[in-house]
């Protein structure tokens, strides 16, 4: 059982925005400004996307965004496109260690 | 453009030792300012963190995981390493490396390609 919780799987047609919760607690989600959210496509590494809640790093596209309120984090993805497709993890600083979601398949139809 | 790669056996024993070396190139370990550490995902399942390290030695391990892990690091081959030990089937999983932010639970930044190693006998 992951320690942030994600939905198992969201979907959306190509040009269609998309969102991604990831709830923790107030320990981790709710407690820090440091979650981030990673692209994880079959059989390649993760790629980080958002860092810091709302930051994206040099080279991610600007249709990727995040946010949150309270213990729960989103990730938006607006303008889908088919390379779009893939895992998505959130990460959120804890005192103790950096704490994973179960991950999101997103499927562009 | 910074690199890493992680390298070391892909097939260990149960209850013995698992080791593995995580080369990075295009930028000095010992140079900066930023933490090193290790990611695992079991075959069809979520990333765990393990531990970080800093170049000094510092180190940081997950709590569920810490009477088995040890990270160090070799700033003359600007390398690091995991050694977990007293392996089982559960401890089967692609092993990353990465370069993490200015903090030892900072986001994970440049990610090697990850490893397999299996745990069987």
């Known amino acids: 059982q992951s320690a942030l919780t994600q939905p198992a799987s969201v979907s959306g047609s190509p040009g269609q925005s998309i969102t991604i919760s990831c709830t923790g607690t107030s320990s981790d989600v709710g407690g820090y400004n440091y979650v981030s959210w990673y692209q994880q496509h079959p059989g390649k590494a993760p790629k980080l996307m958002i860092y810091e809640v709302s930051n994206r790093p040099s080279g991610v596209p600007d249709r990727f965004s995040g946010s949150k309120s309270g213990n729960t984090a989103s990730l938006t993805i607006s303008g889908l496109q088919a390379e779009d497709e893939a895992d998505y993890y959130c990460?959120?600083?804890?005192?103790?260690?950096?704490?994973f979601g179960g991950g999101t398949k997103l499927t562009v139809l | 453009q910074l690199q890493l790669q992680e390298s070391g056996p892909g097939l260990v024993k149960p209850s013995e030792t698992l080791s593995l070396t995580c080369t990075v190139s295009?930028?000095?370990?010992?140079?900066?300012?930023?933490?090193w550490g290790w990611i695992r995902q079991p075959p069809g399942k979520g990333l765990e963190w393990i531990g970080s390290?800093?170049?000094?030695?510092?180190?940081y391990y997950n709590p569920s995981l810490k009477s088995r892990v040890t990270i160090s690091v070799d700033t003359s081959k600007n390398q690091f390493s995991l050694k977990l030990s007293s392996v089982t089937a559960a401890d089967t999983a692609v092993y990353y490396c990465?370069?993490?932010?200015?903090?030892?639970?900072?986001?994970?930044?440049?990610w090697g390609q990850g490893t397999l190693v299996t745990v069987s006998s």
């Open positions: 295009g930028g000095s370990i010992s140079s900066s300012s930023y933490y």
């Open positions: 390290i800093y170049y000094s030695g510092s180190t």
């Open positions: 990460s959120s600083y804890t005192s103790s260690s950096p704490v």
């Open positions: 990465a370069r993490l932010g200015y903090n030892w639970n900072d986001a994970m930044w440049y």
